[in-house]
């Protein structure tokens, strides 16, 4: 898939019609990335992007280019449908190996001191292998951990503040850095904790099942994939009394409304205090469709 974007115009990605065994993986990938750094446009910092080569060549022009850059031809392949898998490791769960598990630790916001990595590191060399893993939604997996030890880890995560059995929302709910960059009218983390706290405490057990993403971005770079979450939210400014107030936009796809495959606009410039009344009308809403 190449030309896919969720930038300020977002794209979904085309088909190079091709099938790439996993050995030739890093090779074909450079070669796309050397052919971009060849070819790219520099003009203008806006379209200095792949997926305008990819607009302005058609992925013709590019499988033909990779096959030149290689020296050999790709096999062909047609995708006639994608299976989506974007689905996040919740909690506690048993790995292949017989009597070991792994644990997925919700780090929701993405927000993590110096203090808890060094404890969670701790645990993974005690209790586990001392391997870590990190997912893409901002949360951090212990591996390899004895059965006789899972208790253990699961007390001594609590401890640390993260409440291992709560609605799985604190693990599928990211944010990007927002006020770090300068680009947010806020903090998208601080926003999403408190989103995710006011929904636990207004739903409850409805929460328990949900299937939900629910995506923070401080603007339209929606460096936290907004445009693609069930529920998305991107940061802007709206005018309050003559003046700036922090705000977002609201989208809805996938799972709230499968005809959307990129985020469709729901609810405009509402307040960020507010925006959490209308995640949480978004929710119930669903919930009820399901007949939940």
Not at 12 to 33: C, N, R, S, Y
Not at 255 to 274: F, H, M, N, Q
Request: hydrophobic share 35%; charged share 30%; glycine share 10%.
């Amino acid at each position: 898939m190449v030309g896919g974007t969720t930038g300020s115009s977002p794209t979904i990605a085309q088909p190079l019609g091709v099938f790439v065994e996993p050995k030739d993986v890093i090779t074909v990938t450079k070669a796309m990335v050397e052919i971009y750094r060849d070819k790219g446009s520099r003009q203008v910092k806006a379209k200095a992007r792949f997926k305008w080569l990819v607009e302005e060549w058609g992925t013709d022009k590019l499988k033909k280019a990779v096959e030149e850059k290689l020296g050999k031809p790709l096999e062909n392949f047609r995708l006639d449908s994608l299976p989506l898998n974007d689905g996040e490791h919740v909690g506690l769960n048993p790995q292949r190996q017989n009597g070991y598990f792994y644990v997925t630790i919700p780090i929701l916001g993405g927000i993590l001191s110096t203090e808890k990595m060094l404890e969670i590191s701790e645990i993974a060399e005690k209790f586990g292998s001392g391997d870590l893993r990190i997912s893409p939604y901002q949360n951090i997996v212990i591996i390899n951990i004895p059965e006789r030890h899972v208790a253990t880890v699961m007390e001594r995560l609590e401890k640390m503040g993260y409440p291992m059995r709560k609605s799985p929302l604190r693990w599928t709910t990211i944010a990007c850095t927002g006020g770090l960059c300068g680009k947010a009218p806020e903090s998208p983390k601080k926003r999403a904790i408190e989103i995710v706290d006011y929904l636990e405490e207004r739903l409850g057990e409805k929460l328990k099942d949900l299937d939900l993403r629910l995506c923070i971005s401080g603007c339209p770079n929606g460096c936290s994939r907004h445009m693609l979450a069930d529920i998305g939210l991107q940061g802007t400014l709206l005018t309050v009394d003559g003046k700036p107030t922090p705000g977002y936009n609201v989208y809805v796809a996938r799972r709230l409304d499968p005809t959307a495959k990129l985020g469709k606009l729901v609810s405009k410039a509402i307040k960020s205090e507010d925006v959490k009344h209308e995640v949480e009308k978004l929710i119930i809403n669903y919930l009820k469709a399901k007949g939940e």
